[in-house]
């Protein structure tokens, strides 16, 4: 899988929302279904090369993948702490306290569609690196090729990194990740509008470019 993921350790403040969820309908099309990953050598980069995105992974997805890029921090601590885990499973996980009950609730519902509608698995995390549950989420989200993880920390400044898989990352322009990071992540928008509009701005832009048709111009705008 290629990841660019990254907690506080790299870039475990995963994975930000374009179009808010709240309320939106979904993208009218036929499902895009895409095959099932096949067997491949984990192919992980970062999209964002910020330390943010590299210490936020290597605390929690380091024992699952290996990163390359620019800026890789100096002396981070990998972290693992499962007890920070929800009890049951969810797909948005909040050990930040940015989001309300509310606007976690649409952002699983969003998710929920677009796992539907084109067969990718979008994972968020919100944390503040070093309180986050780390390597533990890579077996809590059973992560593959197929999965998106969004860690959302703004302990580095820019509060959105991403981990992409390998089936991803073949469908995706690597250029929409540092785009969106860029629009809705850097430290001025966040601080203005705040971490949670920052989340469902990207969430909602990740869904917009995940529906669109793969060609040589998808995503090409982050809504």
Not at 119 to 129: C, E, M
Not at 185 to 211: H, P, Q
Request: proline share 6%; aromatic share 10%.
């Amino acid at each position: 899988m290629a990841f660019l993921l990254q907690l506080p350790s790299s870039s475990l403040a995963f994975p930000h929302l374009a179009n808010p969820i709240v309320g939106k309908a979904s993208v009218s099309r036929t499902p895009q279904f895409r095959k099932p990953p096949r067997t491949r050598l984990l192919r992980c980069f970062s999209l964002i090369g910020n330390r943010s995105v590299k210490y936020l992974l290597s605390g929690s997805l380091a024992l699952a993948l290996s990163f390359t890029g620019v800026g890789f921090a100096e002396g981070k601590v990998g972290v693992n702490k499962p007890e920070l885990l929800p009890k049951e499973f969810t797909t948005v996980i909040d050990v930040a306290g940015f989001l309300s009950d509310g606007q976690e609730k649409r952002i699983a519902q969003e998710i929920e569609a677009i796992e539907k509608d084109t067969g990718y698995k979008l994972r968020v995390l919100a944390q503040n690196y070093p309180d986050t549950p780390g390597l533990a989420i890579r077996d809590f989200w059973s992560v593959d090729d197929n999965t998106i993880v969004f860690v959302a920390d703004p302990t580095f400044g820019n509060i959105l990194n991403f981990n992409v898989g390998a089936t991803v990352d073949l469908d995706i322009p690597r250029s929409f990740w540092s785009r969106l990071a860029g629009k809705y992540g850097n430290m001025f928008y966040w601080k203005e509008k705040g971490e949670d509009t920052s989340i469902e701005s990207a969430v909602n832009a990740i869904a917009t470019c995940l529906r669109e048709p793969v060609g040589p111009n998808n995503c090409s705008d982050v809504k």
